[in-house]
């Protein structure tokens, strides 16, 4: 529980930080309002279903990704304005960073949900699947970024972020494609020795209980 105790208090301070005095308030808001529906979800499911502490991690990670982008807007991000005249890019594209992101960390709830929950019998199309969710959740985020800047018109321009790229609907579902993909990649391995430690625990705690029983009906 200590290192869950401490990725909820870094998860607050971003949070303080990203919603004192933001570029824009209202962009804020929309940025950060999902790792705030996420954080709320993953208390309130805590007792039932509690994850693996690298999938915690990684979903902090991408909670920060978002606090930094609501703070300066996913444009103006300092030190990818930095790069971007470095390399003279044409854009800030700290929004790839957070695309790449959600592809990657869902991939990884996903993963740990379908294996632990036995979703897929079918370990072929195992990888397949959870790539084409996480391309789906993509998808669905860029609808909702379309929809929020017809509704608010200039109010949510930079919610959407295009910064004048026409392809960048396209690009971003590529990034969260690349981002499942590599999660996959990367991490598998990582989150199977959580998984498997996680079981342990769980024999341990059965054989505990199964111990105490029988001492209980002993007396």
């Not at 969260?176 to 024999?203: V, W």
Request: glycine share 6%; net charge neutral; hydrophobic share 50%.
């Amino acid at each position: 529980m200590k290192n869950i105790y401490v990725m909820i208090t870094v998860f607050f301070v971003f949070l303080l930080w990203s919603i004192s005095n933001p570029k824009e308030g209202f962009t804020c808001f929309l940025e950060i309002i999902p790792a705030i529906i996420g954080a709320l979800v993953l208390a309130l499911t805590f007792k039932k279903f509690r994850f693996t502490n690298f999938t915690y991690f990684l979903i902090l990670i991408h909670c920060i990704i978002l606090f930094i982008g609501g703070h300066y807007t996913y444009a103006e991000v300092p030190f990818f304005d930095f790069i971007k005249e470095t390399f003279q890019q044409s854009r800030n594209n700290y929004d790839k960073v957070g695309h790449f992101a959600q592809g990657l960390v869902p991939a990884m709830i996903t993963r740990e949900l379908f294996i632990r929950k036995k979703v897929i019998s079918n370990p072929s199309f195992f990888n397949f699947i959870i790539v084409s969710i996480c391309l789906a959740i993509s998808a669905a985020y860029e609808w909702i970024e379309w929809g929020v800047s017809l509704v608010t018109g200039e109010g949510g321009d930079a919610f959407l972020g295009t910064q004048g790229d026409i392809w960048d609907t396209q690009s971003d579902m590529l990034f969260a494609t690349i981002g499942a993909i590599t999660g996959l990649l990367l991490f598998s391995k990582i989150q199977n020795k959580q998984l498997d430690l996680l079981e342990i625990n769980y024999i341990k705690k059965a054989a505990i209980l199964i111990l105490n029983c029988g001492l209980l009906m002993n007396l």
